[in-house]
């Protein structure tokens, strides 16, 4: 579970990297969406193996479980 603190801080993220490229936040949210899709779908076994082992509550992880374990890993 994220915590209201990281979730407020991924949505300051979020919005930052939006407006430092120009673009709407949905727009980031979708393009982090794709490299999710992409990397949880992809044929190589490794990746799929690292993917999995991300912390999540459906199937895919969301954008903000993503961001979360990586900030989780930088730590």
Do not use: F
């Amino acid at each position: 579970m994220i915590s209201r603190r990281a979730r407020k801080s991924i949505q300051k993220s979020l919005e930052m990297t939006a407006q430092n490229n120009g673009v709407s936040v949905e727009e980031v949210r979708h393009e982090i969406e794709l490299v999710i899709d992409t990397c949880v779908n992809s044929p190589n076994a490794i990746i799929r193996a690292r993917w999995a082992a991300i912390p999540r509550s459906g199937e895919v992880p969301t954008v903000e479980e993503v961001m979360a374990y990586g900030v989780s890993r930088l730590l």
